[in-house]
């Protein structure tokens, strides 16, 4: 075993070496370069969450009444508009206002 000396020089040599990884990694999470894909993953998150959002929304219950709604009032105004459930198998732009509009509501 070597000597309480040759024990001590070894643990600075570690020590320093901890503390210069510390340092490194440190510096690294508060670079520029992180701080960019921090927000990028923050913003693919986000995304996902509408994305999700909004495929809930095309299999709500909600949607189908409303495409029930118009339907009815389609009839009732002497129109041939088209079967809901065949509007259904379509995404359509009243899809994305209706959508947007529940989130706005929800806030």
Known sequence: MGSDGEYETIR???SEDYVSIAETISEL????????IEAKNKRIAELEAGFTS?????????RKQLFQ?????AI?????PVPVDEAMKGVWHSDIE??????????
């Open 12 to 14: 600075c040599i570690y």
């Open 76 to 80: 009732q105004d002497g129109q041939n």
């Open 29 to 36: 999470w508060q670079s520029e370069n992180l701080k960019e």
């Open 54 to 62: 909004f495929g809930n929304y095309l299999l709500s219950d909600r």
């Open 98 to 107: 209706n959508w947007k509009a529940e989130i706005d509501n929800e806030k």
């Open 69 to 73: 709604e118009s339907y009815d009032q």
